[in-house]
């Protein structure tokens, strides 16, 4: 199924210097598949896959996979925060105000920052978070009929 060369998820993890474990790399494996999951929706996708995991090892797990790069967090203001696989990329959010669903959207200009700071006060800035708001076609339908 994996194509040759490419990194197994057990490879991924030793490369970057983490102990693998079943648990581990279910976890990995339901973020990528996912989409924006939260931290709940990640326990269960790992339960399923390796049976029973305390929520306390899902958070250090998710912590040290964040931490190693090879998941990204992000917390939209009000909302849990929310964990994917898709990451380097300096790619932004969009997350809808009434229900809360994020979808992603490419960097405007293709690398961090993608804007420039009118006045920078002396710091080396590499990036700037950017999240759109607004509504999803669901929720704009449902408020316009
Ligand atoms: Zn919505
Ligand atoms: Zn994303």
Redesign the pocket.
């Known amino acids: 199924m994996t194509a040759p060369g490419t990194p197994t998820t057990a490879e991924e993890l030793r490369g970057v210097g983490l102990r693998v474990t079943a648990a581990r790399v279910a976890m990995l494996e339901t973020v990528r598949d996912g989409d924006h999951l939260d931290v709940e929706a990640i326990a269960s996708g790992v339960r399923d896959r390796v049976g029973h995991v305390s929520l306390q090892a899902v958070y250090e797990a998710l912590h040290a996979l964040t931490a190693a790069g090879l998941v990204r967090r992000i917390e939209p203001a009000g909302s849990p925060a929310r964990f994917e696989g898709r990451v380097g990329d300096n790619h932004h959010h969009v997350v809808?105000r009434?229900?809360?669903?994020v979808a992603d959207i490419d960097c405007a200009v293709g690398q961090a920052p993608c804007l420039t700071a009118s006045d920078g006060h002396g710091f080396a800035i590499d990036e700037a978070e950017v999240i759109y708001w607004g509504?999803?076609p669901?929720?704009s339908t449902a408020r316009s009929s």
Do not use: E, I
């Open positions: 809808c009434s229900c809360g669903v509504l999803c669901a929720c």
